[in-house]
């Protein structure tokens, strides 16, 4: 995705993490989503699974950026093409993509959680 901004920004997608792009699940899709996931981990190695989820999830996300420079968003639709919203006021935040708060859930936390799954199917 790369987009020109009315601002005269040129917003280009490098492929490395930015503030300015963000991947968005469209909720009429979350159970596509879901799905895929517990296929993969009924059906395959946990290391098989993980490329199984990313190769089947893919293409359920859309993608959207923002200017740094006006705060306009730019907002993919399911055919590719890209709408342009503007902010209502100054005051809206030109990186609401950053990530601002430590994550709730960590690698570590996943783990303990997997193991503790385990053990309840092992109990039921
Ligand atoms: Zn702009």
């Known amino acids: 995705m790369c987009v020109e901004c009315p601002c005269g920004n040129l917003i280009k997608d490098s492929g490395n993490p930015s503030t300015s792009f963000a991947d968005f699940l469209p909720s009429v899709l979350s159970d596509d989503y879901c799905d895929v996931i517990e ?17 089947g999830t893919t293409d359920l996300f859309r993608r959207m950026c923002q ?33 601002s708060r430590p994550r709730s859930w960590g690698l570590k936390e996943l783990k303990e959680l997997g193991s503790d799954l385990r053990s309840w199917g092992q109990i039921l």
């Open 39 to 55: 296929s993969a981990i009924g059906t395959h190695e946990s290391a098989v699974a993980s490329q199984y989820v990313i190769v």
């Open 67 to 99: 200017c740094p420079s006006c705060g306009r968003l730019f907002v993919e639709d399911e055919n590719f093409g890209c709408h342009e919203f503007v902010p209502a006021s100054a005051s809206v935040p030109k990186a609401l993509f950053m990530r």
